[in-house]
């Protein structure tokens, strides 16, 4: 039997096994990370089979009267800001680091972090942000999107070094290639907000239209057309590299095609097995052994080994739950949100999981306010 085969097998037992309370499972699909921002529709992928479930401890994670407690000390190869909600000091574990985010109350504000290894978060008047693998250059647009022109910002100064003009007010998103060396823009008539309303009704007349792949040394764009499906008028339907960046990707909100791929032209292509599988951010680990997974609707998020099928349920339970598995630190430990309480009295924070042995649970900010969703979005880049 193929992996596929086998994954398909597994998911519906794995989703009964790990319900979660009222709320938890909508405002986790709610919440878009990063530039791979997925359709409110989404549900889960499959999974391996020959399930064996392992249920996550936390140790004293939180008074729980008190969500805005901090934790303990953070040691070995962790940078945290746990005592506030959105981070002022450096934050990183293992290969990645929290290189920028927007904060979203009525408008997004997105914060850059500069002066790299030693410094913050500087605010500054942009319109998206994402940062090369060396952490040393940020790719920015403009405030008002969408944008004709991408800058390059040097991080050591904050300070544009160069704009990239593309001829054409087009651009909503921007994405570095693994390699540092392309960009990938994702093309819009009008961009959708960052975080979708539920409440409202999605505006038609903002749609994807396509992408551009841009080469950073010569800032070259070769743009082709690849319009969003029609179900997604209205929300962001950001393109987002394949691990190899052979491919890039979107996600479909289907259960067993939850990303779609395409060559470099837009044209449609099979995916990497294990990875097109993976319905989380954080997707295959880079090992490759282990795949990121988030289950039915409803159900925990969980970390499959590939080859055995053996899978983790990541529920920590106590009235803490992992909602959103969003980048691998290293092979074992993965960057998360983590939710506490229900509805839209919940509180949030970024945790760092690790999903072997006794699963430590360590924190990386602190808890936002009382909210429905996370209130900001995170920026992870992996480092060379």
């Known amino acids: 039997m193929s992996t596929e085969e086998l994954v398909k097998d597994a998911l519906g037992a794995v989703a009964d096994q790990a319900r979660l309370p009222a709320g938890v499972a909508q405002a986790a699909w709610r919440q878009r990370t990063r530039m791979r921002i997925r359709r409110a529709a989404t549900t889960a992928a499959a999974l391996v089979a020959a399930v064996t479930v392992g249920v996550i ?3 004293s994670l939180v008074a729980r009267e008190n969500p805005e407690v901090a934790t303990g000390r953070i040691a070995g190869d962790i940078a945290a800001d ?6 002022v000091e450096r934050v990183a574990a293992g290969r990645v680091t929290l290189t920028a985010y927007a904060s979203c109350e009525h408008n997004c504000s997105w914060y850059l972090l500069t002066y790299a290894g030693t410094g913050g978060y500087t605010h500054g008047r942009w319109g998206w942000v994402d940062v090369a693998p060396s952490g040393r250059t940020a790719a920015v647009l403009e405030e008002t999107l969408p ?3 991408i800058g390059l910002v040097d991080t050591t100064a904050a300070s544009v070094r160069r704009w990239i003009y593309l001829g054409r007010a087009a651009a909503g998103s921007v994405a570095w290639s693994p390699d540092g060396k392309r960009l990938l823009v994702t093309t819009y008539d009008r961009v959708p907000g960052i975080f979708a309303d539920p409440a409202a009704e999605p505006d038609a007349r903002q749609v994807r239209t396509g992408f551009a792949i841009v080469d950073v040394e010569s800032g070259k764009a070769a743009f082709h057309a690849l319009p969003g499906a029609r179900d997604s008028a209205g929300l962001r339907n950001d393109l987002s590299w394949s691990r190899d960046g052979s491919l890039i990707w979107e996600w479909t909100g289907a259960r067993q095609q939850p990303r779609k791929y395409y060559d470099l032209t837009g044209h449609s292509r099979t995916g990497p ?3 097109s ?15 990121a997974m988030g289950g039915r609707l409803g159900s925990a998020p969980f970390v499959t080994d590939v080859a055995s099928g053996e899978t983790t349920l990541l529920a920590p339970g106590g009235g803490l739950a992992i909602t959103q598995l969003l980048a691998w630190a290293d092979d074992t ?3 998360a949100w983590a939710r506490y309480g229900a509805n839209d009295k919940s509180h949030y924070r970024l945790v760092l999981v690790d999903v072997t042995g006794k699963q430590k649970v360590t924190s990386l900010t602190g808890w936002t306010g009382a909210l429905s969703r996370p209130n900001w979005l995170p920026v992870l880049t992996t480092g060379p």
């Open 333 to 335: 430990h993965l960057i």
């Open 82 to 87: 746990p005592g506030r909600s959105t981070p």
């Open 273 to 275: 097995a294990e990875e």
């Open 57 to 59: 401890t936390v140790p």
């Open 277 to 291: 599988l993976s319905d989380q951010t954080a997707g295959l680990s880079p090992d490759g052994r282990r795949l």
């Open 147 to 149: 944008a004709r022109r």
